[in-house]
T-cell receptor, first 112, second 114 residues
Framework: KQEVTQIPAALSVPEGENLVLNCSFTDSAIYNLQWFRQDPGKGLTSLLLIQSSQREQTSGRLNASLDKSSGRSTLYIAASQPGDSATYLCAAANTGGFKTIFGAGTRLFVKA | DAGVIQSPRHEVTEMGQEVTLRCKPISGHNSLFWYRQTMMRGLELLIYFNNNVPIDDSGMPEDRFSAKMPNASFSTLKIQPSEPRDSAVYFC????????????FGQGTRLTVV
């Protein structure tokens, strides 16, 4: 059974700092891995989707990597801004990408 | 497109009552997912549909929960009878092409059963 763990649970950094959020999964036979952002009281917004055949994806200041052999993914945020403050969740999908297991999330606070 | 639309945004009901949550996916998306989010259990997949057909409902917690997708633009999640432990935020999400593409989430329905 797939389990997804995110470390740390919470993170507070000063504005401008580069940071890394970690995601680990127990079953390496994933179909894809997706990173989401969730603001308080809102739904989830997809940030990056990495297919199992890919090693990384980039969008603006965000870079996500995937290492299936070690069961890890990282989300790198460059030059953090107060607007980046949110909860970040990773989700591993098996079985054709339909069955998605979410981590508990990392709550990020970027101080101005 | 307005994105995935869920209604109502908030629902407060008494234990034992029937609750129906509604979702309109993004036009042209062929897959729809229902999730439940709680502090204790995080985000859990309840059921997903592909081309209006339920593919896997193993995440549905009990027989009190049921979901339908009568057409490509509408889905419902029903709880009957509702219980206080059903209190949670329920999200609907859709994707363009199954699990190959990014998921778009609705704003969620916050359900409180008293």
């Amino acid at each position: 059974k797939q389990e997804v763990t995110q470390i740390p649970a919470a993170l507070s950094v000063p504005e401008g700092e580069n940071l890394v959020l970690n995601c680990s999964f127990t079953d390496s036979a994933i179909y894809n891995l997706q990173w989401f952002r969730q603001d308080p009281g809102k739904g989830l917004t997809s940030l990056l989707l990495i297919q199992s055949s890919q090693r990384e994806q980039t969008s603006g200041r965000l870079n996500a990597s995937l290492d299936k052999s070690s069961g890890r993914s990282t989300l790198y945020i460059a030059a953090s801004q107060p607007g980046d403050s949110a909860t970040y969740l990773c989700a591993a999908a098996n079985t054709g990408g339909f069955k998605t297991i979410f981590g508990a999330g990392t709550r990020l606070f970027v101080k101005a | 497109d307005a994105g995935v639309i869920q209604s109502p945004r908030h629902e407060v009901t008494e234990m034992g009552q029937e609750v129906t949550l509604r979702c309109k996916p993004i036009s042209g998306h062929n897959s729809l997912f229902w999730y439940r989010q709680t502090m204790m259990r995080g985000l859990e997949l309840l059921i997903y549909f592909n081309n209006n057909v339920p593919i896997d409902d193993s995440g549905m917690p009990e027989d009190r929960f049921s979901a339908k997708m009568p057409n490509a633009s509408f889905s419902t999640l029903k709880i009957q009878p509702s219980e206080p432990r059903d209190s949670a935020v329920y999200f609907c999400a859709s994707t363009l092409q199954g699990g190959n593409t990014e998921a778009f989430f609705g704003q969620g329905t916050r359900l409180t059963v008293v």
